[in-house]
Structure formats: C-alpha cells, structure tokens
C-alpha cells in the first residue's frame, strides 16, 4: 500500500511537471511564432513516462520490429501498428501483461501503444523541435505481438523521414508493471510487402513461377556445290552447264558463313532453330510486374484469352503458370539462413529491376545492359533442415504453427545445339534449375505431429519441338507437320530441324555422294544418298542426328534447405501417371496451345462440299482414318461397276476394303468411309458424284440459307437469325415447301425432302418444325396460291474455331482411356438459330462450337487442355516448345525409368512408409482431382484451382 501512494505521488508530480512544461513551452512558442494549444493533446499520464516505460518489478521485453500499414485501399483511411517481440529476449509473451478490450473487467490489463516524435515549426525561418507524445488503445493481443491504431496524424502532419520511437505501456487500468524499451521506427513511403510475418515480425513472401524460352538461328542448309563445265550437248563451244557436285557441299552456318562461296551462292539465310528449351523462372509475389516479356534471346509468352468466363483461370495477359507451391524469408536470420538464388527475370537493356542480385550483397551484382540474358536473383531466404532430415516448424504472427517442408533444387542439362556442320555452337552448356518443395502426406499412424511425412514434388513435364521440316515421317507425303515431345523415339537418328546431305536424284542432277566401309572394313566404296536408295538406311543421312530424351532432373543434394508453403497455396496444372504401384507426376510450366494449335492436335473431319450431275441421292457417315491429313476428295460414280470410286488430293487413289452398290451404297478403308442413300434421280453417269472436304482449320456444318421463291406470293421465310435452322447435320439436300392449300391472309405448305418424303404441313404465320429443318412461313402484301414454292438448299458452312476456349484447362490424356473431364464440364445451351447443342455466337465469349466438339481439337478421346499462349509482339516464329502432346507425358511418366517424377516419400519417421512411392489415393487426395488415379482409368490431371489435397495412406 505504501509503494503504491509513493507512485502515485510519483505519477502526479511528474504529470504536473510535465504539463508545467508543456505549458512553459507553448508560452514561449506563442510569443515567437503565434503557437496555440490546438496542436497539443492532452494525455492523462498516470504512471507514463516520456518515451519508455518503467517499473520497479517488471520484465524487460523487447521489440523485434513494427509495422504499419492502412487499414484500407480508401483515402483517408487510419493506419493500423503492429508491434511484434523478440520471442528469445523475453521471458514472458506479452499477453501476460495486457489482454485485448474484450476481457472481462476484474481479468482486464489494458495496455496503450505509445508513439513519440519530434515536430520541426520552421514557419519563422527558425527551426525550432516540438516533441510529441500519443497513446493509442491496444485492441489485438498474441503472445508475442500487440496491434494497435497509429495516430490520428500518422499520413497527414508526421513527414517521411521522422523517427518515431515506438512502446507499450500499461494502461492506468492495469496494475502489471513491465518495462518495453522504446523501437526506433522511420516513416516511410515505402510500403513493407509481405505474405505473412512469424512472430517476431520478420516478413515472408510467396515464390511464383513462370518459364520463359529461348530462340535461336542457325544454319539450316547444306547443299551440293555448283559447279560449271562447257555443255557437250551444245554445238556452241561456250555454252556453260551449271551442275551439282555430289561430293562438295556448301554447308549454312549460324553467322551466315557460306553465303560468298563461289559456287554456295543460292544457300538461304539462318532460319530459327527447333531446338530450343524452355527455363523455369523464379520471382517474388511482390515483383510479378517487373517480369520483362522478353529480350533477343529469351521469350516469356502470357495467356492470350482466359480459361473461364471469369477470367479467373489463366487470366488473360499473364504470364504461365505463376503458381506459388513455396515462400521465403525476406531477410537473412539465424532461424532462415540458406540463401536461394534463382533465375528470376529475363534481362532488357538500361531496366533497372533486371539486374542480377545476390544474398550475400545488398545490391544489383550485374549492369542489366545485356539483352540476351536471364538474370538470376535472390529469392529470399530458407531454413536449414533438422539433424534427422526433417524440417523445423515456427510460429507465425498470429500464432499459428507454419511448418516447413524440404525445398530441393533439380538441374536438367539439355543437349549441345550444333550447326550445320556438326560443330556445337559456341555457347554455355543449357541447364535448367527448379525449385520444387516436398509435399505433405497425411498418415494416421504418424506418432509425432511435428514432424509431417511428405513425399517428393513434381518436377517439369517433358515439352516438346517443333518438326516443322516434317522428319519424324518423310516417307509419308500426307505428313502433317507438328509437335512431338522430346523423348518421342522417332526423334532417334534425325536432326529435330531436318538438316540432312543433299538429296538430288534425277536425270540432270547428281545425289550426295559419301565414302562408306563395309562390315569387316576392308573395302571401301563411294555410295549415293538419295530416296530411292535399295537400302533403306542410305535414303537420307542427317547431320548430327539425336536421340529421343526427356529432361530428368537431377537433385543437387548439398543444397540443403527448408521452406514453408506458399499462403495461399496455389498449384500449377498437374500430370499423372500410374505405373504398377508407383505413381508419376510432373508440373505443367511449358505453355500447351500456340497459334499452331491445329497441328498440334488437330481433329481433321469431313463433310460434302459440292456436288455433280443430275442424280439426288445423299451422303451420310462419312469418317475419317486416324491419320487424316487436310486434304479434298472426289467421289465419282462407276457405271462399270456399279460403284464409287474415291480418290484424295494427297492420298490418291483409295482402295475400299468393302464396297456395296445400290440401292444404297457403302464405301470402306483405312482412308475415308461413307455412305450414299439413293434419291428419287438414280446415280448413272461418270458425272455424277461429290467432293469432300477433310479440313482442321474449322468445323463444317450444315446450314441453309434464305429459300429461293417462286410463285405469285409475296410471303417470305424468316431469315436465318431468327427461326430457320436445320435440325439434322448430316443432311445435304434440297428441301421444298410447295402451297397446296390458299387462304386469306394464310395457307398451308406441304414440306417435302430431296426423295419426295413428306415432312409435314407448314402452315403461313406458325413456326415449322420437322427432323430435318425448321421455318416459319410469313404472310405478305400478296396472298399465297396453290404451287407457290419456297425451295431451301442445305449445304455445308465452314465455321472457323474461334482460338475461344472452354472452362477447361490442362489434359487427362487422349487416345487413351481416360474420361473426359467431367468435374467442369460446362452445360451446352440451346439456340434458335444454329441448332441445339451450339453456344451461339458472343455467349460467354465463345462462338459456334458444335456439341461433338466441346474439346476442340478433340481427336478419339477427349482433351480438356486449352491453356492459349502467345509470344506477344516478339518473333514472327510462333513455333516454341509446348508441352508435349499427352501420349508422350504419359509415356514419360509412365516408364519408371526416371525416379525424380516418382511420388517418393522422403520423410516418415523410419517407420514402414520409407520408400514408398505410391500413396493410396495417388499424389493428391483424390477428392481434389478430376479424374482418378487408380483404377480402370490410370490417367488423372488437377485443375490448377484446386489445391492438391493431403495424399492418405
């Protein structure tokens, strides 16, 4: 009781000393610069002190840092202070000294934040400092840190650069005494950006990534010299034949080498390489919009349309993927001290933000003047990994357990790119290094809940090239030139650009011309290369060849670190594989559609196009062989035989492997089959027949347009975007409504198909519906009289794709046997004017899609990857590595020979999980997951907005 009058007299001296100069000071002030006492709050200060607090039993507790930051985007709005300790300089959290307002009254320990600083009245010429004193109420308490509001001033009389010295201090309400040494805080315009803060305040931020490629030119072609000699054809003795020479060759290299070459001078320039590779990029959240889109060297493409109507998926502009599976402290601490250092940005000329940094320097390490590089930079900064492999586990700001989970760095080495020559270039040797975090597993029978089992994350899925020279199968003039990832084995002994010797070989030409030995050695012999060669191996001979190769990643294991995951947590597109007990799985970085998607995956269909001669009949099925190439049809009628005869613009001549004749006839084979229904006209000359049309670049539907009119009635069929629509696809015919009874003002048609079946009586004013087409018949000025015809011709409309996509994104697999991806499978709508099962044009931004081709670019199963990419306004060469066409994925993850897509556990307390490589539900809880990963269907894929579940044992 004694101690406690003694502070309060303490207390109450002390305020009145301190308002006796205040007041001191305000007087002075006011006779030399008119200062008032508006500016000066007065603050009850019982047992408060100037900038610390005291007392004569408290703990020492001491601040680790402070943050503020507005409470809202809005103008004008409070700040509010967040004041975090240093957990291992304090004895005791700091909720046993103050509790937040909503405690009851006898367990109440209010606390106040105190903020002082020091005011510059410059007004008079004469700088003349001010000190300041505010308490705010503390309204959040944790163990470890204290929130407040900061003061009412803050953003409108406090000028950046101010030092503000920062405490708590008991309120007079709260009889706990503790000591808080005041924290030197500058305000600044700088914003303090984080994802989260442990609890001492130190701040953390989420890692996304991105990949970006790279283009290069080379040399594409070698040719046979040129060379001259007087003509002995000729009888003017000056007469000069040029001529190739089989065994002297002009060779195109990268720097244009060949071109001056008496005798080299028709080589053609470098073209851009196939060989090129795409590198994972690393950057912080804070930083996603210094992301350069490219350079000379280097190209980042972003997604060209959104995946949804949202635009929530794949938003359009962004750059691929940017998922977050990791986070890392933004400053180096005993706790986080392994530096991560990664390629972040792509390097532009004079762009101050790409310059390469280090963890181990506080500044730019590199000019960012070059334009042909990728700059590396500091990501943040990881913990190392506990004794026995695990990974320590810390508290977060708001108290809450964050572990972390293994953050290992893989690097894939590509292949050397040589030129023309067979000399690689001279260039570093390409890798690629990515960051990938362990995942963690959910086991009931784990006996220690701060140690997680975890498994091994996904790796990069293979992509792929570009066989734009049409190598993987030069036998087959039908060939459609495409992508095929790179561990396809029709890469092995090929050049991926198709550089090969000169391939001459006709009456005036010379074939390349090379010395080869036979098997024991002993006899060498000159031997022509050209493609009618006996000898199979002699009909081409490339330069360089390679062969087939995925790129396995490859740990580097003295880089030993841990990291917490991102917050939120947000997954790339997902790939899987089952492979007996083990379960394969790779992220999708590489983008997966460019502007040559139709030769990626392409669905080639076919439908008539016109028609010849006076017969009426009709074509129906018509399909295609699985290696339909783009190409016209003819299909003529034979009198000899009582058949047709079909013939391709590519493939030739087709032999049916069964064949029927009328009254209606079938055609089939291994190219194009179909069917032709017999009209009211029978088939009987050879000028009688159609033209089909196999195409990718559209759809072909059958549409009708507005009838031709014939008759005294002015009536009239309403246009096409209204009512008139055809009901059945494959028809391909002329359809009549003919008036076969007058009315005022009306009448009755009766509608008839190309064979004279009756479809049914439309009557004048009501809409026509029938399973062939649908109408309405108009009243006009003049009135309908019997024979009145309307004549509707149903032929085929080419509808282009759009480049529009659906609500899907990434791919279980086609030609296989997984299900489409029904988890978002939209809901066709209806439209009067194309039919049922069409989106009609401008719905949700998508147009014209039939229902059989809600997966465009669908071929015998269903593919849902859609993810649209563009290279921006860089390169006019739009052929960059994609991800590899899904049978190639699969294959990869599917041989078991590459352990490091391999679902491992790599932590389970040594207990029986160790090893193994399969969890029951796959790598991710299967409630997360389109399709299932065991099973019948063996293929599963995750959606990229959906996090990747706790896989179970």
Request: charged share 15%; net charge neutral.
């Amino acid at each position: 009781m004694k101690r406690q009058q003694s502070e309060n007299i303490r207390d109450r001296r002390l305020a009145r000393s301190l308002l006796t100069a205040a007041g001191a000071l305000c007087i002075s002030l006011a006779l030399l610069s008119g200062c008032t006492n508006q500016r000066l709050k007065v603050t009850k200060l019982s047992r408060l002190s100037g900038t610390e607090a005291s007392g004569s039993s408290g703990t020492l507790t001491k601040i680790s840092s402070v943050t503020i930051a507005p409470t809202s985007a809005a103008a004008g709005s409070s700040y509010q202070t967040t004041v975090f300790f240093d957990t291992s300089q304090t004895t005791a959290p700091i909720s046993n000294y103050c509790t937040n307002p909503t405690a009851t009254d006898s367990a109440s320990k209010p606390c106040l934040c105190q903020f002082a600083w020091q005011e510059v009245n410059s007004s008079t010429g004469t700088a003349i400092a001010i000190p300041r004193v505010v308490h705010t109420t503390v309204d959040n308490v944790q163990p470890s840190l204290v929130g407040c509001l900061a003061p009412e001033v803050y953003s409108t009389e406090i000028l950046d650069g101010t030092l503000i010295k920062i405490s708590v201090v008991p309120a007079p309400a709260n009889s706990e005494t503790f000591s808080v040494s005041a924290y030197n805080y500058t305000k600044s315009k700088s914003v303090d950006t984080n994802t989260f803060k442990d609890a001492q305040g130190r701040s953390f931020m989420n890692i996304l990534r991105y990949g970006c490629y790279d283009r290069r030119q080379r040399g594409m072609a070698i040719q046979s010299k040129l060379g001259q000699l007087p003509n002995p054809n000729s009888a003017n003795t000056g007469d000069i034949a040029t001529y190739p020479i089989g065994n002297r060759f002009c060779v195109q290299r990268a720097n244009s080498n060949g071109l001056s070459i008496e005798g080299c001078e028709t080589l053609p320039p470098p073209e851009y390489t196939a060989q090129t590779y795409y590198y994972n990029l690393f950057i912080r959240e804070s930083e996603v919009g210094d992301i350069n889109p490219g350079n000379a060297r280097y190209t980042c493409p972003t997604v060209k349309e959104a995946l949804n109507a949202t635009g929530s998926l794949g938003s359009e502009g962004k750059y691929w993927p940017l998922d977050s599976s990791f986070s890392l402290s933004l400053g180096r601490t005993a706790d986080f001290p392994i530096g991560v250092v990664s390629n972040s940005k792509v390097s532009n000329p004079n762009d101050p933000t790409s310059v390469s940094t280090s963890c181990d320097t506080t500044s730019g390490s590199g000019s960012g003047t070059r334009g042909s590089t990728l700059n590396a930079s500091c990501l943040g900064f990881a913990a190392k990994p506990n004794g026995d492999g695990t990974c320590p586990y810390f508290r977060d700001s708001t108290g809450a357990i964050r572990f972390t989970y293994r953050l290992r760095r893989y690097i894939a080495f590509y292949p050397p790119i040589f030129d023309t020559n067979g000399m690689p270039l001279e260039e570093p040797q390409a890798t690629d290094t990515i960051y990938v975090v362990d995942r963690p597993v959910s086991a009931a029978s784990n006996p220690d809940p701060l140690k997680p089992y975890t498994m091994r994350g996904p790796k990069p899925c293979p992509f792929a090239y570009f066989d734009h020279k049409s190598v993987l199968d030069p036998g087959n003039a039908a060939y459609s030139a495409s992508y095929a990832g790179t561990n396809d084995s029709r890469w092995n002994g090929k050049n991926v650009d198709g550089i090969q010797l000169p391939n001459f070989d006709s009456a005036n030409s010379c074939a390349a011309t090379v010395p080869m030995v036979n098997a024991d050695r002993s006899v060498m012999s000159l031997t022509t290369i050209h493609p009618g060669n006996l000898r199979s191996d002699l009909r081409r001979s490339y330069i360089r060849p390679v062969s087939s190769w995925a790129p396995h990643y490859v740990e580097d294991q003295d880089f030993q670190a841990c990291a917490p995951l991102s917050d939120p947590f947000r997954d790339p597109p997902l790939h899987f594989a089952r492979n007996g007990e083990n379960v394969a799985w790779c992220a999708e970085v590489y983008p997966t559609q460019n502007d040559n998607v139709a030769r990626l995956d392409a669905q080639v269909r076919a439908t008539v196009s016109s028609r010849s001669g006076t017969a009426n009949g009709k074509v129906t099925s018509i399909t295609l062989g699985t290696q339909a190439v783009e190409e016209s049809f003819a299909v003529t009628y034979n009198p000899a035989t009582g058949r047709f005869d079909a013939r391709g613009s590519v493939s030739g001549a087709i032999t049916p492997s069964a064949s029927t004749g009328a009254p209606n006839f079938s055609f089939t084979s291994s190219k194009l089959s179909f069917t032709i229904q017999q009209g009211t006209t029978p088939f009987s000359s050879a000028s009688d027949g159609f033209t089909f049309l196999a195409s990718a670049s559209g759809s072909l539907k059958v549409v009708a347009s507005a009838p031709s009119q014939t008759g005294t009635g002015t009536g009239t069929v309403t246009d096409a975007s209204s009512s008139l629509a055809v009901t059945d696809p494959s028809a391909f015919e002329t359809i009549t409504a003919t008036c076969s009874a007058a009315a005022a003002n009306g009448g009755t048609f009766t509608v008839r198909d190309f064979a004279g079946n009756n479809l049914g009586a439309a009557t004048v004013g009501v809409a026509f519906a029938s399973a062939k087409i649908n109408f309405t018949i108009v009243d006009g000025a003049t009135d309908f009289v019997v024979g009145d015809k309307f004549t509707f011709s149903l032929s085929p409309s080419m509808v282009s794709h759009s480049g529009k996509v659906r609500p899907f994104t990434s791919h279980s697999v086609r030609n296989t046997s997984s299900t489409e991806c029904s988890a978002t499978l939209p809901t066709i709508p209806s439209n009067a004017s194309v039919g049922a099962g069409y989106y009609p044009a401008g719905a949700s931004g998508l147009a014209n899609h039939d229902a059989a081709d809600i997966f465009e670019g669908q071929v015998a199963s269903k593919t849902c990857d859609r993810t649209v990419l563009n290279p921006l306004s860089g390169p006019s060469w739009s052929r960059f590595p994609l991800l590899a066409p899904p049978s190639d994925v699969e294959n990869m993850l599917r041989s078991a020979t590459d352990p490091s897509y391999v679902c491992t556990m790599t932590f389970d307390n040594g207990g029986a999980k160790t090893g193994k490589k399969s969890p029951s539900s796959g790598c991710c809880q299967a409630a997360s997951v389109a399709v299932s990963s065991g099973g019948a269907v063996d293929t599963a894929h995750l959606e990229p907005d959906a996090a990747c579940g706790l896989p179970q044992y």
